[in-house]
T-cell receptor
Framework: DQQVKQNSPSLSVQEGRISILNCDYTNSMFDYFLWYKKYPAEGPTFLISISSIKDKNEDGRFTVFLNKSAKHLSLHIVPSQPGDSAVYFC?????????????FGQGTILTVHP | DADVTQTPRNRITKTGKRIMLECSQTKGHDRMYWYRQDPGLGLRLIYYSFDVKDINKGEISDGYSVSRQAQAKFSLSLESAIPNQTALYFCATSDLSTGEGETQYFGPGTRLLVL
């Protein structure tokens, strides 16, 4: 049972344009959501997070949107740069059996072309 | 210096061998985690520890064991390695007292190949 899903295995974007990565979840106990970026031969690095009390959080070129009713979050990168090319994972945590743990999606490979 | 380190970075072993992957952290975090990454499956939790005396199974703990030797050290053992344990293994840390919620910080990973 995949509680966090990233349905797009890959995304290709031109430099300077917007990249939109999507993530859906099924567990209504999730209340904290994160995005991680991973380069080859490195561990995932924390990018941005959002609490369920908010619907938007911005950090420079990165914005995360949360739609609780749809159980959907997205990461917007504007403008996209070639250095953004990496695998992006969304993750979620919450209460009950999710307390203190992160559940990850499968990841989306983002390629930004110069 | 890296805050979360893992040794070895790469390991090749044979079926049936016992191996240990080690994780050390200098972040002073109480919580430590072991994940494996397989293509198309994301990161899956093997074991986690909220403090030195607390060890919990994750979603895929069969075939693995862990030891929390100190706040800063968390080791993962494969008692008898099998080929489907070939994967990337990551250690992570977190600490709720930092005010960062459940944000976890990852080591660089260990690439394990079981022949």
């Amino acid at each position: 049972d995949q509680q966090v899903k990233q349905n797009s295995p890959s995304l290709s974007v031109q430099e300077g344009r917007i990249s939109i990565l999507n993530c859906d979840y099924t567990n209504s106990m999730f209340d904290y959501f994160l995005w991680y970026k991973k380069y080859p031969a490195e561990g995932p690095t924390f990018l941005i997070s959002i609490s369920s009390i908010k619907d938007k959080n911005e950090d420079g070129r990165f914005t995360v949107f949360l739609n609780k009713s749809a159980k959907h979050l997205s990461l917007h990168i504007v403008p996209s740069q070639p250095g953004d090319s990496a695998v992006y994972f969304c993750a979620a945590s919450g209460w009950g059996t999710s307390y203190g743990k992160l559940t990850f999606g499968q990841g989306t490979i983002l390629t930004v072309h110069p | 210096d890296a805050d979360v380190t893992q040794t070895p970075r790469n390991r090749i072993t044979k079926t049936g061998k016992r191996i240990m992957l080690e994780c050390s952290q200098t972040k002073g975090h109480d919580r430590m985690y072991w994940y494996r990454q397989d293509p198309g499956l994301g990161l899956r939790l093997i074991y986690y520890s909220f403090d030195v005396k607390d060890i919990n199974k994750g979603e895929i703990s069969d075939g693995y064991s862990v030891s929390r030797q100190a706040q800063a050290k968390f080791s993962l053992s494969l008692e008898s390695a099998i080929p489907n344990q070939t994967a990337l293994y990551f250690c992570a840390t977190s600490d709720l007292s930092t005010g960062e919620g459940e944000t976890q910080y990852f080591g660089p990973g260990t690439r394990l190949l079981v022949l």
